[in-house]
């Protein structure tokens, strides 16, 4: 029964991380596409310089 137990144990935690793997990797997706937005689209700078548009 324990080896059993074990075996449904480890498909359960496989699973897990296989689902959280890929939501990080559509997560990692939509950050990569927000960011090439924000450096295509940003607006111009009174000074006639490039601009960051993030602030760090």
């Given at each position: 029964?324990?080896?059993l137990?074990?075996?449904l144990?480890?498909?359960?935690?496989?699973?897990?991380?296989?689902f959280?793997?890929e939501?990080?990797?559509?997560?990692?997706?939509?950050v990569l596409?927000?960011w090439?937005?924000g450096?295509?689209?940003?607006?111009?700078?009174a000074?006639g310089g490039?601009?960051?548009?993030?602030?760090?």
């Open positions: 029964m324990v080896p137990l074990l075996v144990l480890l498909i359960l935690i496989l699973f897990g991380v296989g959280a793997t939501v990080l990797w559509y997560i990692a997706l939509a596409v927000v090439l937005l450096f295509f689209f940003r607006g111009p700078v000074g490039r601009s960051r548009w993030y602030r760090w």
